[in-house]
């Protein structure tokens, strides 16, 4: 069963009426089928007319979906094969970023990016998505690989942030962070990132820092959560709606202020409702800009990257 939120409760209970209706119209002897299709045309049109007009607070809770889809289901579908590639050699193993070589469409890359998890026991295993030290220096290392043999570095960002835990801080989680974030300004392959759920903080920008930012229309992007940035100004996280809507965390919003280079629509109803379909979308929108900087030459990449992110703000 779908999970729903809040704000599609009315969504809900036509989902609900509609299945009722249909089991009567299958096991029944009067034919209610007119009224059954009468019934998920409204049931269409209200989610079609909810998923509109979504406030930015809204779209934070629909970038963290429970059943949106995560890095290993897009690379499943992105990729026609995909090679693992496992720790920093320095430390340890980070299963919160997973990465390594995969083929789209013919075309060899380096994918890298967030995994949260699908149930409790693997989302405990990858820690929700939030990295540690030795996550970004695994990152940082499949980089340079990827420079070395010069394949196009693909990243998914999907965080609520970087781990904030004092063990993380004790190997340098800061240090790990903007070395990171150094390294996507050094490489000289395409560099294509893609916020795809949440893209929380330095976590997030740690991986993006890229020739082209996509972003998933319902996908958030901002310097803290919505959440914390209300426990600082108002002193509560009952104001999370007004620090959404006022830290302009959304992917037009983003798109507006150059913070990102192209948004991706999303099926009707969200990644959430058609994984596939989402994923589709995707693939088309990286493999039309990995093209297009493939024509690009290494230093050009390189400049253009850079030149990109200083004139940010």
Known sequence: MLTYLDFEKPIAELDARVRELRETADNGEIDIHPEVE??????????????????????AQVARHPERPHFKNYVAGLADDFIPLAGDRAYSEDSAI??????????????????KGEDTASRLRHNFGMAKPEGYRKAVRLMRLADRFGLPVVTLVDTPGAFPGVEAEERGQAEAIARCTAECLEIKVPLIAAIVGEGGSGGAIAI?????VLMFEHAVYSVISPEGCASILWRTPDKAADAAEAMRITATDLQALGVVDRIVPEPVGGAHRHHDGATAILKSAIIEELDGCSAMKPEQLLQQRRAKFLAVG
Not at 98 to 115: D, L, N, P, Q, S
């Open 38 to 59: 009468k019934l998920e045309a409204k049931a269409a049109k209200l989610l079609t007319d909810t998923y509109s007009k979504l406030s930015p607070w809204q779209k």
């Open 208 to 212: 993006a820092t890229a020739n082209r």
């Open 98 to 115: 997973i990465g390594g070589f995969a083929t789209i469409e013919g075309r060899r890359v380096m994918v890298i990016g967030h995994e």
